[in-house]
Nanobody
Framework: QVRLVESGGASVQPGGSLRLSCEVS??????????MGWFRQAPGKQRKGVAA???????RYADDVKGRFSISLDNAKNTLYLQMNSLKPEHTAMYYC?????????????????WGQGTQVTVSS
């Protein structure tokens, strides 16, 4: 069973930066086809894909974070990261990492089967 644990959420001012981490366990990093992604959900809104990568490290970003956010994977540490720069108030949300058996970096939450508990990011002055 895949287990994901997020950390790194905080309250920051607009223009600030954060790096979220997601420790992953329970599957073979060099086996199978998979994608891993970051998603966010603001109060009263649907969960949306932010960034994802697949086993071959193809990457996809949501249009509103391109050039601002960066996803990366450290296989040695079994950890997925999301570097977020130039944060805006509209980036305020609970951020989740997820794992799915996809052969491409999917941004649709319905294509993911395992989820972490989330970490809160608040951007305000």
């Amino acid at each position: 069973q895949v287990r994901l644990v997020e950390s790194g959420g905080a309250s920051v001012q607009p223009g600030g930066s954060l790096r979220l981490s997601c420790e992953v366990s329970g599957f073979g990093w060099r086996d199978s086809t998979y994608s891993m992604g970051w998603f966010r959900q603001a109060p009263g809104k649907q969960r949306k894909g932010v960034a994802a990568l697949d086993r071959d490290e193809s990457i996809r970003y949501a249009d509103d974070v391109k050039g601002r956010f960066s996803i990366s994977l450290d296989n040695a540490k079994n950890t997925l990261y999301l570097q977020m720069n130039s944060l805006k108030p509209e980036h305020t949300a609970m951020y989740y990492c997820a794992y799915g058996g996809n052969w491409y970096p999917a941004l649709n939450p319905e294509q993911y089967t395992s989820w972490g508990q989330g970490t809160q990011v608040t951007v305000s002055s």
